[in-house]
């Protein structure tokens, strides 16, 4: 099976300038020029996807996207990605083709090689791992760690509901971060991958400050509405926008006068929103029009 993957393989791979080394030996070359950036993502039948209920392409996509999605909170610009594959026995071949066919045009978008990779066949679920490979601009790159009190608290895109289907078919920021670390000052970054409050209390944590969030400010997207109206649980579009997780969407820390450039120039076709502020003491708060402060406990996926 793996040979005759290869082969197919082969036929589909176009080349590329940054790849010197590709598929055939032991390891893939890579043309280089600046500090290397590094991300990889697990994703498994059972946790991630199920896939008696999903199109493989869309499987193969994703995995590629939450890479690309860390390299753009990094402020970083995608070089290669390297794909390891374990696949269930029966229908092994085919289902590797088409998590490619998904994989592949998301690559070519984001001119990102496909340096080469594992596949193997057992007796368990499909999983798959994806780890990319990116440069930092001029400007280097985008950490948790710098964020100071006083800079606004900014979002691209709206939020909650992913797991109605755009935690599939989302577009890594990866454009949008590249313009704004380019053209404005930024202090740090992270991705929406486990919810708004949650990834925000890393930034807050690495960066050693807390944060306060004007609750009325959050982009709310439709599917967040929608998905409060399915279950019928209590649980609010705003719950669901704090907490849902895989919106894939930045979170950026900006220095105030750089806010109100970024808020007046708008540079990006998805909207930016600034929802709070960065604060000298710890932890999550919101605060109202009255400014009344009240402490937020940080919801979404953790990583048991």
């Known amino acids: 099976m793996e040979s005759e993957f290869i082969g197919w393989l082969r036929e589909r791979l176009p080349s590329h300038p940054r790849l010197l080394l590709g598929l055939g030996d032991d390891a893939a070359v890579l043309r280089m020029s600046h500090n290397c950036v590094v991300t990889s993502d697990l994703l498994t039948e059972g946790v991630d996807f199920y896939l008696a209920e999903c199109d493989p392409r869309r499987i193969g996509r994703k995995a590629l996207a939450v890479n690309l999605s860390d390299l753009a909170a990094m402020g970083a610009k995608p070089v290669a990605a390297v794909v390891a594959l374990a ?75 992913s797991i109605l289907g755009r935690h599939f078919d989302f577009t890594p920021r990866i454009a949008e971060a590249l313009l704004l670390q380019e053209r404005y000052r930024l202090h740090s970054a992270t991705d929406i991958s486990d919810g708004l409050s949650l990834d925000l209390s890393h930034i807050c944590e690495e960066s050693g400050c807390g944060a306060e969030l004007d609750l009325e400010a959050i982009p709310i997207h439709d599917d967040a509405t929608r998905l409060a109206e399915q279950r019928g649980d209590g649980v609010t579009p705003l719950a669901h926008a704090l907490s849902d997780g895989e919106d894939f969407e930045l979170i950026l820390a900006v220095p105030p006068e750089e806010t109100e450039r970024l808020l007046r120039e708008k540079p990006l076709a998805t909207p930016l929103t600034c929802i709070g502020e960065f604060v000298q003491h710890a932890g999550l708060w919101t605060r109202d029009a009255h400014g009344a402060v009240t402490p937020l406990t940080p919801r979404g996926y953790r990583h048991e």
């Open 87 to 161: 696949l269930p026995r029966s229908g092994a071949l085919e289902l590797a083709k088409q998590l490619y066919e998904g994989l592949l045009p998301l690559a070519d978008q984001f001119d990102t090689a496909i340096a080469g990779g594992d596949t193997n066949t057992w007796d368990g679920p499909l999983v798959i791992s994806v780890t990319a490979l990116g440069e930092p601009t001029e400007r280097g790159v985008l950490t948790r760690s710098g964020a100071k009190p006083g800079d606004r608290v900014l979002v691209t895109g709206s939020l909650g509901g």
